[in-house]
């Protein structure tokens, strides 16, 4: 992967209709906004002309931020895991995105949500329509997903002129049939395929306790060199799984998890506090800024300790 | 074609409960699959946390109308919504990203429901007003015009409207016959006068 180019950010929040009054007045908290591309545009569907229509009233208010700090883009409409499609006019509306908005990086999610049709045929839909699951479907580990993958990522950054990133999702089912654990598939697809990783740290947290590993384990054996940013957030409880919400603060031990994957990954660009917006009235503005001071606080920490290394080097 | 099967499988599995029940209950079997997939499928049917992705489908679901539909949904009342949103899914797959699709289907559905029977006071009016609403807020290409609406109420709309957004189950509106006229601006507020 190309790692020169990136620019560095810092802290990050992502954006919810629910917090643009906070955004506006509070933008001095944080140094750049991810948004999720696919809310700001409806797709019409296949075939129709034009195919993605805006959203003028959220992208006036985009167009606002963007004079003031950049934007990333966190797409979760690829699907880039599906096995019977790869929607390249979707990626290409993901590119005409980041141009218009100069993202120095973009990213989604190490998942499918889109399945064959013949499923909706079976509800009497036209076998043509594709099934939304609406929730990201974890992928099979071997060697057949990989090469999919591969193959679709470099579709990706031959149509979006800017590095691609993958986001390790989170699952609540281990798929039989796995070749290789999560670190090293990971590893492999950031080799093979020139991407590099969105670290989500509560996903790796959140799928530790439902799923009964050690997180220390699996990111000892991640390549950390691949990490261009990091995500946040919080989750509560929902019987015997922990889910992951963006439902408040950052629990305690992804803190400590933040801290020890940065003492290690030396080419994090910034770091993503992630709410829904849903969740915001119950976090509140000082909530949402006490989150965002310790993202700073750990971030000047990182560069300081990071200068301190290249000092030591040269 | 095997894999996009067995993805099809395991989204059905998500998304669709009585599929679920029959694969649990060893009773059906996913189509196109090598026997490995189909094993596999059997013991996802089986494992605790597809109950998990399941509830989160239907959480993102329910959402979708709670959001876009708000007082459609407050009217029905927690019971009668829940049968009314099982009803609607068990025939419509999930086949959109957005609410404003699903709302749409919806408040179609209900409009069909009302029109065979299902009786809820004020339901036509509630109906027909957030119908408009999802017609109005729907976003618009550049250069086109934002379009007008208008609602033929058979009860008080300001009363009607008023108790739901106050987060009542409305009681003794009484009847007026009122037509308003809404559309919405640059910002995509909608705005409603008299007809």
Not at chain 1, 50 to 60: G, I, L, M, N, W
Not at chain 1, 176 to 184: C, I, K, L, R, T
Request: glycine share 8%.
């Amino acid at each position: 992967m190309q790692l020169a180019g990136i620019a560095e950010l810092g802290v990050g929040l992502n954006y919810q209709p629910q917090f643009q009054p906070y955004l506006e007045e509070r933008w001095s908290e944080f140094d750049y906004i991810e948004i999720v591309p696919d809310i700001f545009w409806v797709d019409q569907g296949k075939g129709t002309l034009p195919r993605y229509s805006e959203d003028k009233v959220q992208s006036a208010f985009l167009d606002r931020m963007r004079q003031r700090v950049p934007v990333v883009l966190h797409s979760i409409g690829m699907s880039i895991g599906s096995a019977h499609n790869f929607d390249l006019e979707h990626v290409a509306e993901v590119g005409r995105w980041q141009r218009r908005l100069d993202c120095p990086w973009h990213s989604d999610h190490l998942a499918y949500h889109l399945a064959d049709g013949s499923l909706a045929a079976a509800h009497g839909f036209s076998p043509g329509a594709e099934v939304n699951a609406g929730v990201t479907m974890p992928l099979r580990r071997d060697r057949v997903t990989l090469g999919r993958l591969v193959r679709r990522i470099e579709e990706v950054r031959r149509n979006v002129a800017a590095p691609f990133l993958i986001e390790n999702n989170v699952y609540f089912v281990d798929l039989p049939g796995d070749e290789m654990g999560e670190s090293d598939f990971l590893n492999t697809l950031c080799r093979q395929s020139g991407c590099g990783l969105v670290l989500d740290l509560h996903n790796v947290y959140c799928n530790s306790l439902n799923m009964g590993f050690d997180v220390h384990a699996l990111l000892d054996r991640l390549d950390l060199s691949n990490v261009i940013e990091i995500h946040l957030g919080g989750g509560h409880r929902d019987g015997a799984y922990y889910l992951d919400s963006h439902s408040g603060p950052t629990p305690e031990p992804v803190w400590e998890l933040l801290d020890a994957v940065l003492a290690l990954a030396p080419n994090v660009k910034g770091i993503v506090f992630e709410l829904f917006g849903s969740w915001y009235s119950l976090m509140g503005e000082q909530g949402l800024s006490s989150e965002l001071t310790r993202m700073r606080e750990t971030w000047r920490r990182y560069k300081r300790e990071q200068a301190l290394r290249w000092e030591r080097c040269a | 074609m095997s894999e996009a099967a067995f993805q099809a499988g395991f989204v059905r599995l998500v998304t669709d409960e009585g599929f679920l029940d029959r694969m649990r209950a060893g009773q059906a079997r996913a189509r196109g699959l090598t026997r490995r997939e189909a094993r596999d499928l059997c013991a996802l049917a089986r494992s605790p946390g597809l109950t998990v992705m399941r509830k989160l489908h239907l959480g993102f679901r329910l959402n979708k109308l709670l959001s876009m539909l708000p007082l459609t949904c407050r009217l029905l009342g927690t019971r009668r919504l829940a049968v009314e949103a099982k009803s609607f899914w068990a025939n419509r797959a999930p086949v959109s990203f957005y609410f404003a699709d699903e709302a749409e289907a919806f408040a179609r559905f209900l409009e069909t429901r009302r029109q065979s029977g299902l009786r809820v006071a004020y339901l036509d009016d509630v109906l027909a007003y957030e119908m408009a609403l999802l017609l109005l807020k729907k976003p618009r290409a550049a250069g086109t015009d934002a379009p007008v609406v208008k609602v033929g109420f058979r009860h008080d709309p300001q009363a009607l409207l008023g108790q739901l957004q106050e987060g009542l189950r409305p009681r003794c509106i009484r009847r007026k016959r009122t037509d308003l006229l809404g559309w919405a601006d640059e910002r995509g507020e909608a705005h409603w006068t008299a007809a």
